[in-house]
């Protein structure tokens, strides 16, 4: 199944937001189905990209740029490791459960992650990244 997944942070960005398309296995019923099949989808793009990097790989202006507002620029390389998909699977449901991020489907927030999902091909995902602020008492 196919599905568009808008990926959204509480940020300033220069560039539009494109809809992501995930591949995924059959049809979750689930937003937990659904969060582990793109968890899935994610480390499988990653450790094929680490697997396909030449010997050198350079960033545009614009790449750097955004890397540097995230705060780490590399270029993944020798030092890079595969990802793991059980710790990965591990860290994102953790995420969920501590509110770092909203699941949107079709506009209406899921906020169970056992509620059961009607997707169909016309769905969009959209997943919000909360940020939140820190500051210093006076």
Known sequence: ????????????????????????????????????????????????AQASDGLLRWLSQGELEDLASEGKVS???AGARPADLGKAE?????????????????????ADPEAPLALTESSVVTIIRLSFLAGRLW
């Open 75 to 77: 270029f993944g390389g």
């Open 1 to 48: 199944m196919e599905i568009l997944v808008n990926r959204k942070t509480i940020r300033k960005s220069r560039r539009g937001l494109e809809p992501l398309r995930y591949e995924i296995e059959g049809r979750p019923q689930s937003l937990r189905e659904l969060l582990l099949a793109m968890v899935k989808e994610e480390v499988r793009r990653y450790n094929d």
């Open 90 to 110: 591990q860290v994102m449901l953790a995420a969920f459960e501590d509110g770092l991020f909203r699941v949107l489907v079709d506009g209406e927030e899921v």
